[in-house]
């Protein structure tokens, strides 16, 4: 099984629709989770920490079950900038140094 | 603004070949870090420093080396070229104790 692992998609989505993806990971130990966006052809950048009791940053929620071993991301309202790919990223066990990143659930917004 | 650059977009390599990937950030920070990024396996660690002369292995280190001299700067080495080290490959800097990480915009590496 892998670390860290994203149904990779596509989704394809109208505009103004909402979002979900989930991210399972395997290490019961990992403590700081994170979604990434990568747009295309550019590099990845920070979206947002996934806390414990979940969080919301506009009109995008990030959720963590730790019994389950997976976070979600939700998006409401979808805009065409939405369009990327969300890279779920996990600490290696308890080292806050290391993470592991997943491999992406690319999301396309249609008109 | 954090800035991470990297010296080249795109090259383009024959197999055998040694490779140097340069890294330059400049916002004074501790941790810089080596990731290729392939599809449908996402970005994997292939070396990370702390410090100065500081290295650890990633994931996935085989056929690669690392060289920090300075602080601004993360050097990543494949000593001989091979055709499965065609990739994208990503450079980070981090500073100590903070979460994000800032990405350089990529190198394409094609090994003919």
């Known amino acids: ?111 | 603004d954090v800035k991470v650059t990297q010296s080249s977009r795109y090259l383009v390599k024959r197999t055998g070949e040694k490779v140097f990937l340069e890294c330059v950030q400049d916002m004074d920070h501790e941790n810089m870090f080596w990731y290729r990024q392939d599809p449908g396996l996402g970005l994997r660690l292939i070396y990370f420093s702390y410090d100065v002369k500081m290295k650890e292995k990633g994931d996935i280190p085989e056929g690669y080396s690392v060289s920090r001299e300075k602080k601004e700067r993360f050097s990543l080495i494949l000593e001989s070229a091979s055709t499965n080290q065609t990739s994208m490959y990503l450079c980070a800097s981090r500073l100590t104790g903070k979460i994000e990480q800032f990405f350089g915009p990529g190198t394409r590496l094609t090994v003919l």
Do not use: H
């Open chain 1, 1 to 111: 099984r892998k670390e860290v692992e994203q149904d990779p998609g596509p989704f394809n989505v109208p505009e103004g629709a909402t979002v979900a993806f989930n991210c399972t990971y395997s290490n019961s130990a990992s403590q700081s989770f994170f979604w990434y966006r990568q747009d295309c052809r550019k590099e990845p950048k920070l979206l947002m920490s996934v806390y414990s009791s979940g969080n919301e940053d506009g009109r995008f929620t990030a959720q963590l079950n730790r019994a389950s071993q997976y976070i979600s991301l939700l998006i409401r309202d979808s805009k065409l900038s939405d369009s990327a790919t969300y890279l779920c990223v996990v600490n290696k066990g308890t080292s806050y140094d290391k993470v592991i990143f997943g491999p992406g659930t690319s999301l396309s917004v249609i008109p």
